[in-house]
Structures are given as structure tokens and as C-alpha cells.
């Protein structure tokens, strides 16, 4: 539960424009992360460099959790932690109150080192591991079942701990009404309803209604909830909306199929934090008619009441997982100019690179870059921003920016979510620092990496270490 004594109210400083409301341009004219000009950061720790503001992402989360708490009575929000896996991230959800998904041995072994209540993890996964699952029932995680020998298996583990297991089971949705909708091609060409439908995640009608009843079945397992995640990135409530409330109708299903009503539904993450697709680099930053949280949580909820009412099913309890919408905007990656190359375009290089920035090889658009000198200057020529990595590396084409020399910093907006949890080595590069600032303080809450982290985990096989140097004759 929330615990206002580690949840501090949050007061926005006076910005001359803002990015966020813990993000924008201070009285000097810089980039500034809350109390904190992102120039003297980067003199301090050097680039490139994530920053994080603690109070943007307290911000990001209870704007969801207030427009949730307005729209339904019993709503449980768990923080994506696959977005940002950061300690620090996940002990700042805690003292939000929110729970977590966990994708993995991994994610769930570090939420539960921040101290997050087990009740409140999830563990999502297409392909769990035995050892995985161990921890899962061990520690009390719902489990949500993505596999047809699933249940077996956590039913044989559970009987040899002696223990019960929480089970959740994740659907294939039909989402007929999605068959034209499209969203953000992320994970290749398709609309909604042709990308749900392709991809691996999910259980059939029948699958489902088979699992439930052998689980009814068996006394050390505990059907909890169903699952979904709308694997696709969309800001459009009403698309949501028709996934939630086929959630119900699957909820109605399997009470007239299996006598079973899931008491949760999970509706999952995958709303993007209200910037249409598009906006950004050449646009605005945040697009006036974008819909917001409590937008986004009266759509989904007014379809779960209705279709609930409509079927005679009491409301269950609602638990979501957004990730990028909160991690996202509380986020900045920022790198230094270095060589600028002019010729059939402006080549802007930065050390920063699509190793960090991913999605910006994906989607040119994604996230917004500033100048941190003088951030408000008018754009000057249109640029290249890119990376150091032998590929292109296009961090952002065709970015209109203000005059950028060797040594400059830029800051790309929206950062903090899918950059450190899903950066790359390529080319042996070092990942970057993260710092997180809180008001006028600033820590590192991740280490930079050094040389030896990379080469470090090299070996060579006894039987190659002199060959190279064998002569002929010797060999
Ligand atoms: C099961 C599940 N839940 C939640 C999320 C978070 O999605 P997002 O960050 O788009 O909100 C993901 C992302 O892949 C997911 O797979």
C-alpha cells in the first residue's frame, strides 16, 4: 500500500518551458532535470549519460494511479519492470505502492531485493524455466501461464514445496475490432489484432477452459487472474478499451464453460505516455489533444463495467503493468558532440549510440533531442544525430537543431525506459552511467562500465594460446 512517509508531495520547479514537469529549461537557459542543470551533471559524471528524476517518475506514476483510482474501485498497479530495471526505479515504486511485472528469473530475483511485496509481482514469460518457477511459487508470485505443460509443471513443483500456487493464465484475445486498427510498427508490419494474433504470447478459448478446470482440480494451485498484454504500442484509449473489454467476454466464457470467474483481470502495459505517433523531433512535444492517463483509465474501465453489467459478472479487480508510460518521460539520455561532418546532409556524431537508444533505429521519431546549452535557441539547420557504432547508427535523422560544434550535449527526451534495460555492447562499447536526481541531489544508480567489464568476460581455450604464435614446422 502506499506509505505517504516514504511518498514525498512532489513541487515542480519553475522551468521557462517544460518537457515534464520535473524536466525543462532552467533560469540559465540550460536543460535542467529537476533542481539540477543537466551541463554541471555531465561535467560531474561525464557522457554519455542517463539521467533519471525520481520526482518525474513519482509524477508519471500517480497520474496513473489517481486517474485509475477516479475510474474503478479496486485497481492494482504494477510497474513493467523490463522498462527500467534499475534498484533505485524498483525502491521508488515501492514506496509508491506499486507492484511489479517480472519477466524472468532475473527481473523477479531484483524485485524482490528492492523489498517488493511477492503478492504484488506477477511473473509473465513464454518459456519459464523449472528453477524460475521454483522461485516464483517459493516466494508467493502469481504466475501467469503462457504454455500448454505450464500448470504441470508448477503443480508438481508446488506439491514438492508443500506449498500453493498463485496462477494466472494469458490469453489470445480475438480483438475482432482491431483487425483495421494500427499502432506503431515496432515488432514488424500488421495492425493490432494481425500482430496479437501472429506473435507467441497467449492461450486459446479451449487451451484456457482446459487449463482452468484442470486447475480446479488440483489442490495445490490457485487460479488468481487472466492476463494480457497488448503487445503493441499504441496511445489510443479506445483500442485498449476494446482489449479490456474482451477480456470480460473471455471472463464470461469461462464461467459458463468452467464454472470459473477470474476475481482479477491483468490488461498488461503497451500504452505509450500520451504523444502521438509522429510527434516529437518535428512536431510538437506533446500534442494538445494527446490523451492522458485519466483518458486512457475511463476509456478501459467504462468497457469493463459495461461489459460486466452486460454479463452479469461482478467488477473483478483490475491490474495493470505500464512500463514506458512511467519510465519513460522520467528519463533523459545525453551525449557529446564530436566530429561534424558536412556533405550531402550534416552529420551530427555523438558518443551516444543505438546501443542505448534502441527504439531510435526502430522509430525515427521516438524520442525528442534538445540542446543543453541554451536548450530554447531556435533551430538552426537540420542535422543527423548520430552514433559511434559502424552501422549508421541514426540516433535521429532529419532532426531541425541549433547550431552544434564539437563538445556540445544533447539531451534526448523520454529516455528512461527500454535504453539502460535494453542497451547493447556492439563494438565493445561501454554502457553508460545512471544518474538519478531528486531535487538538488544527484547519485549514480548505475556504475559505468569499464574496459574490464567488457574484456573481462573473455576467455581462450587453452589449445589456442600459443598456436597463434606456432611456427610452421612446430604446428
Ligand atoms: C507482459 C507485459 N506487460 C507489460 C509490458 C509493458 O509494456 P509498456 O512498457 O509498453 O507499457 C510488457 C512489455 O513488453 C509486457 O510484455
Redesign the pocket.
Known sequence: MHNPRFAPPLLPPAYGARFGEFIGIGANGNLWVDNCDVEKLIETYGSPLFIISENQLRQNYRAFRDAFANAYPDVEI?F?N??NNGLAIRHIMNQEGAGG?C?GAQEMYMALLAGTDPATL?L?GSNKQDDELEMAIANGLCI?IDAEDELDRIAAIADRLGTIANIGI?LKLDLEPLRDRMGVAMHGPGSLKHQSDSTK?GMTREQTADIVRRALAMPTVRLQET???L?R?SNEPADFAVMAREMITWSGYLRDTTGWTPPTI?I?????FGKWYGTGPNGQIDGPDAPTPADYAQAVCDAIKDEAEKLGLPLPKLR?????????PAGVAVGRVGAVKRGAKTWVNLDLSTNHLSWAAVLDWYYHAVRVHDAGAEAHETVDLVGPLCNSDELGAHRPMPALARGDLVAFLDAG??TESAAARYNAQLLPATVLVSGSRHAVITEREQLKDVAGRFRVPPHLLAASFARPEAA
Open positions: 504494477l513493467a523490463k522498462s511485472d519477466f506477477v509473465n501467469n494469458r504470447w492476463h494480457f498484454h503487445s504500442m491483468d498488461g502495459g503497451g500504452w505509450t495493470l503493468e505500464p512500463g514506458r508510460a512511467l519510465s519513460g525506459g527500454y
